[in-house]
């Protein structure tokens, strides 16, 4: 163990969930759809929470990023409580919807990334110093002055993370970042992936598509019907999945959960 993981052991979880419970309006009474729900997630961590469509992936998001108020439980950051607001702390935790279009708000692709940080109050240089590094590390900095509507899947996908990174996001979440994705553009975001790894961020990904990222991960939480059944290493959870948790073993196709990738060679 790195001496840096060490040290994040010690400090306790980057985010905490205690008790998570989440119940909507139904016909035949309130309808669970969180259920007492507990997760830690360390500083620098690669998380993958896998579950079939309907399990509660994006609802726990939302609770996790401080946007959605449960019924019951908390969510911590750093220790504090985050707020139905998503505050604090806006400037460390970001989302990347599985929409990502759909955060793109700048005429170009360079204000689209410095949206974050202007909005923040950053001043005007610090903003376009943020914009443009946060630009060039996910490899968008020669398509600055195109316009958004001009890019690829994966590179709207590229873009929605640029603007988390130039708001100085330590942490990122990520819901189903592959949905409606072409081979390449699968490729453009795992190497943005491998990126933020490799600089220390703390990933959060949910998708029900192992066998594309299974082999970056640290950790594999399987959520089925608002309830955690399995947590721990990609390899020993995959040996205890269950069926009717509707998450296949990407190992049937692809060999070991080093294989599980769609990168032409999986990171070391």
């Known amino acids: 163990m790195s001496e840096a993981r060490q040290t994040a052991d010690r400090a306790g979880p980057l985010l905490s969930v205690r008790d998570l419970t989440v119940r909507f309006p139904g016909p035949?009474?309130?309808?669970?759809?969180?259920?007492?729900?507990?997760?830690?997630?360390?500083?620098?961590?690669?998380?993958?929470?896998?579950?079939?469509?309907?399990?509660g992936k994006t609802l726990l998001m939302r609770c996790?990023?401080?946007?959605?108020?449960?019924?019951?439980?908390?969510?911590?950051?750093?220790?504090?409580?985050?707020?139905?607001?998503?505050?604090?702390?806006?400037r460390e935790l970001g989302l990347v919807f599985q929409d990502a279009e759909a955060?793109?708000?700048?005429?170009?692709?360079?204000?689209?990334?410095?949206?974050?940080?202007?909005?923040?109050?950053?001043?005007?240089?610090?903003?376009?110093?943020?914009?443009?590094?946060?630009?060039?590390?996910?490899?968008?900095?020669?398509k600055r002055d195109?316009?958004?509507?001009?890019?690829?899947?994966g590179e709207k996908r590229r873009l929605a993370v640029a603007g988390v990174l130039a708001m100085g996001c330590g942490t990122v979440i990520l819901d189903e970042p592959f949905a409606n994705l072409d081979w390449p553009g699968v490729i453009q975001v795992l190497e943005v992936l491998v990126s933020l790894k490799k600089t220390g961020k703390t990933l959060i990904l949910l998708t029900h598509e192992l066998e594309k990222v299974l082999a970056l991960?640290?950790?594999?939480?399987?959520?089925?019907?608002?309830?955690?059944?399995?947590?721990?290493?990609?390899?020993?959870?995959?040996?205890?999945l269950d069926p009717r948790w509707g998450v296949r073993d990407p190992r049937r196709s692809y060999g070991g959960v080093r294989d599980c990738s769609w990168l032409p060679q999986a990171p070391e």
């Not at 997630?41 to 929470?49: A, C, H, N, Q, V």
């Not at 360079?110 to 060039?136: K, M, Q, S």
Request: glycine share 12%; proline share 9%.
């Open 217 to 240: 991960a640290d950790r594999l939480v399987i959520l089925h019907q608002g309830i955690i059944r399995d947590d721990g290493s990609p390899a020993e959870v995959l040996d205890r």
């Open 64 to 90: 996790m990023a401080g946007l959605l108020k449960a019924e019951r439980g908390d969510v911590c950051f750093r220790g504090r409580p985050l707020s139905p607001s998503g505050r604090p702390p806006c």
């Open 103 to 142: 955060q793109i708000l700048g005429e170009t692709v360079a204000e689209d990334a410095a949206f974050g940080p202007e909005n923040l109050g950053f001043p005007r240089e610090e903003t376009e110093r943020r914009a443009a590094a946060a630009l060039d590390a996910v490899g968008l900095g020669p």
């Open 28 to 55: 035949q009474g309130p309808l669970t759809v969180l259920d007492r729900v507990n997760l830690d997630i360390r500083e620098g961590e690669f998380l993958l929470l896998a579950g079939s469509n309907g399990s």
């Open 146 to 153: 195109r316009p958004p509507r001009r890019l690829s899947g």
